[in-house]
């Protein structure tokens, strides 16, 4: 096939990209930035604000693989610029081309929209794409890691320094990067079932609490750290703390505190998609080891 993607040059983006290369598809990419030529890849200089480059980039594709999001933004605008409207920019180009597919990242936390103005964010994305003539699925990933992961390293970090400061206890799901590439290929597949929302993760019955998680971490760094909850009061001082520090760079905001805060982001058993469709294939404890020996294969760790 040929796959129009936004968001090829990120995290899950660039993954997916690498494997749908080695399956013999063929790429056309949204890009800010001029690109180093790469066999398979058609690189569209524009963005999600940029109609004309929307309409190059689904222009002969069989299918639209929506990844490119806001994920950290100062305000509800911010967010709501490159999930809310830029999905919709990405649906009407996907739609002028008569592309026959669309595959939509979403997040977990578009199932509490009130809690953030990325989750908020995310559910008004995920209504755009409910409401298209387009043949559509929705992907809700939980916590995403892998290799070449720059959010999660924090926590390998922390792992190999013997201290892991965790959210307010809770549970979450994991999915390794591979593992949601290889799904949002199947998903562009011209069989595959429409008007799905997914919720895909590594399968761990009821996911991993907080410690559990910490634990793993520390694992795949080799160390037995000690795992700190910290309460809603504390993390949310310390977002403020962050956002006064580093200004447009902080990492931990108020609207990220308040989503870390929320104690269950397992996905629904009954979103998993269908095993007919796909099944995750890397263990999670096996996975974070390979991810950590990445980061020191680098030096990131």
Same mark, same amino acid.
């Given at each position: 096939?040929?796959?129009?993607?936004?968001?090829g040059?990120?995290?899950v983006?660039s993954?997916?990209i690498?494997?749908?290369?080695?399956g013999g598809?063929?790429?056309?990419a949204? /890009?800010?930035?001029?690109?180093a030529?790469?066999e398979?890849?058609?690189?569209?200089?524009g !963005?999600?604000d940029?109609?004309?480059?929307? $309409?190059?980039l689904? /222009?002969?594709?069989d299918?639209?693989?929506?990844?490119a999001?806001?994920?950290?933004?100062?305000?509800?605008?911010?967010?709501?610029?490159?999930?809310?409207?830029?999905?919709?920019?990405?649906?009407?180009?996907?739609r002028?081309a008569?592309v026959?597919?669309?595959?939509?990242?979403?997040?977990l936390?578009?199932?509490e929209?009130q809690l953030?103005?990325?989750?908020?964010?995310?559910?008004?994305?995920?209504a755009?794409?409910? !409401?298209?003539?387009?043949?559509?699925?929705?992907?809700?990933?939980?916590?995403?890691y892998?290799?070449?992961?720059?959010?999660?390293?924090?926590?390998?970090?922390?792992?190999?320094r013997?201290?892991?400061?965790?959210?307010p206890?809770?549970?979450?799901?994991?999915?390794?990067?591979?593992?949601?590439?290889?799904l949002?290929?199947?998903?562009?597949?011209?069989d595959?079932?429409?008007?799905?929302?997914?919720?895909?993760d590594?399968e761990r019955?009821?996911?991993?609490?907080?410690?559990?998680?910490?634990?793993?971490l520390g694992?795949?760094?080799?160390?037995?750290?000690?795992?700190l909850s910290?309460? $809603?009061?504390?993390?949310?001082w310390?977002?403020?703390?962050?956002?006064?520090?580093?200004?447009?760079?902080?990492?931990? /905001?108020?609207?990220?505190?308040?989503y870390?805060?929320?104690?269950?982001?397992?996905v629904?058993p009954?979103? $998993?998609?269908?095993?007919?469709?796909?099944?995750?294939?890397?263990d999670? $404890?096996?996975?974070l080891a390979?991810?950590?020996?990445?980061?020191r294969?680098?030096g990131?760790?």
């Amino acid at each position: 096939m040929t796959l129009a993607v936004t968001g090829g040059t990120g995290f899950v983006g660039s993954r997916l990209i690498d494997l749908a290369l080695a399956g013999g598809h063929r790429i056309r990419a949204l /890009t800010r930035r001029p690109q180093a030529p790469r066999e398979g890849i058609d690189w569209i200089e524009g !963005a999600l604000d940029n109609a004309e480059s929307l $309409r190059v980039l689904s /222009t002969g594709a069989d299918a639209v693989i929506h990844i490119a999001g806001v994920i950290n933004a100062p305000d509800r605008a911010g967010f709501e610029a490159g999930n809310v409207i830029g999905t919709g920019m990405v649906l009407a180009a996907a739609r002028e081309a008569g592309v026959g597919r669309f595959a939509h990242v979403s997040s977990l936390s578009a199932r509490e929209p009130q809690l953030s103005h990325y989750g908020g964010s995310k559910a008004r994305s995920e209504a755009l794409v409910t !409401a298209s003539p387009l043949p559509s699925a929705i992907v809700r990933p939980p916590a995403v890691y892998g290799p070449g992961d720059r959010e999660t390293l924090e926590l390998f970090k922390m792992a190999k320094r013997g201290v892991i400061l965790m959210p307010p206890e809770g549970r979450l799901s994991l999915i390794h990067v591979d593992d949601l590439a290889r799904l949002l290929l199947s998903l562009a597949r011209p069989d595959a079932p429409s008007g799905l929302t997914v919720e895909p993760d590594d399968e761990r019955p009821g996911g991993w609490s907080h410690r559990e998680f910490g634990e793993a971490l520390g694992d795949s760094v080799g160390r037995k750290p000690l795992i700190l909850s910290a309460p $809603r009061p504390v993390l949310q001082w310390a977002a403020k703390a962050d956002t006064i520090l580093r200004g447009s760079r902080a990492k931990l /905001t108020p609207d990220r505190a308040s989503y870390f805060s929320h104690p269950d982001w397992v996905v629904d058993p009954a979103r $998993r998609p269908d095993a007919s469709l796909w099944r995750p294939a890397i263990d999670t $404890r096996q996975g974070l080891a390979d991810t950590a020996c990445w980061y020191r294969d680098k030096g990131w760790l």
